[in-house]
């Protein structure tokens, strides 16, 4: 189970941290990543974490902006995101990192930036 939370509604050049809690899933192994929806579109990654968080990629859109990190003591993963802009309004999930996504998605937090 993914249970996202932390979604708001800011304005331009505000921040947010968006959490997601992973449930009775495996974790430590998989690559975690974040990902946004918009209505009518599919599901595009954002940040994606290695499970030992050496690495970290970022869609070129939120580079700079967005930090992702994980606690997997906790079973947690995390997205810092500064400098939000209205293009980021979207719904928010959590799940693994491709090809090891999980097919049940969260119900996701919604992320609205006012301009």
């Known amino acids: 189970q993914l249970v996202e939370s932390g979604g708001s509604v800011v304005h331009a050049g505000g921040s947010l941290r968006l959490s997601c809690a992973v449930r009775?899933?495996?974790?430590?192994?998989?690559?975690l990543s974040w990902y946004r929806k918009t209505p009518g579109k599919e599901h595009d990654v954002v940040a994606t974490?290695?499970?030992?968080?050496?690495?970290?990629n970022y869609a070129d859109s939120v580079r700079g902006r967005f930090t992702i990190s994980r606690d997997n003591a906790k079973n947690m993963v995390y997205l810092q995101m500064n400098m939000l802009k209205p293009e980021d309004t979207a719904m928010y999930f959590c799940?693994?990192?491709?090809?090891?996504?999980?097919?049940?998605w969260g119900e996701g937090t919604q992320v609205t930036v006012s301009s």
């Open positions: 799940n693994r990192g491709a090809p090891y996504i999980i097919p049940a």
């Open positions: 009775g899933l495996a974790f430590i192994a998989f690559p």
């Open positions: 974490i290695s499970g030992n968080s050496a690495s970290t």
